[in-house]
């Protein structure tokens, strides 16, 4: 690993935002470990140090000092890790809400404009679903450059948004499982909790 992601494995463990246990996700697939980017936000001076070091790799690939005009974070996982990194990044930062019937809008007087840069924020990616719907969002606004940036990738691809540059600070395997493939007695099943934000899909 790169100097920067073992830096942010070391703060995720430092703040036990790295899980062992029984989980179940919001995707309705089985794990045993878990990372809980919360814990370690919580903290402002790490929070800074993560954002930092994916700010400077943004930097770094772009080979830009300010690669893009806005920061967006999908409500509420990411509000705290948009922010922090439109901070690194030296430009304005807002979050995007659900709407009752599905997807995102922006509300409370946010606005992007169809010229602007837009980076999409999330603190974990496993399959991406909210960063989709965040992307199509923004399509809906008439944005034609987006990119995505997570402090952890556990997707198992490279890049999960197709030709979205995608950016990230440390990359983790984290095997996971539908129920259905597992023993019907297995023991983890009976005491996983469901460790996210959102309900597990049905």
Known sequence: MTAAADRALELLRETEALLEGDFLLS??????????????????????????LLAENI???????RPYDVVVGPAMGAVTLGYELARALGVRGIFAERKVEGGFQLRRGFKVEPNERVLVAEDVVTTGGSVKEV???????????????????????????????YYSVITLEIPSWDPSELPADHAGLARAVKPGSRPTST
């Open 27 to 52: 995707s309705g697939r089985y794990a045993q470990r878990y990372v809980q980017c919360a814990q370690l936000l919580q903290y402002p001076d790490k929070a800074g140090q993560v954002c930092d």
């Open 59 to 65: 930097r770094q690939v772009k080979k830009d000092g």
């Open 135 to 165: 992307l199509e969002m923004l399509r809906e606004y008439g944005v034609s450059e987006m990119a995505v940036a997570s402090l952890v990738n556990r997707s198992g691809k490279n890049n999960p948004f197709g030709d979205v540059d």
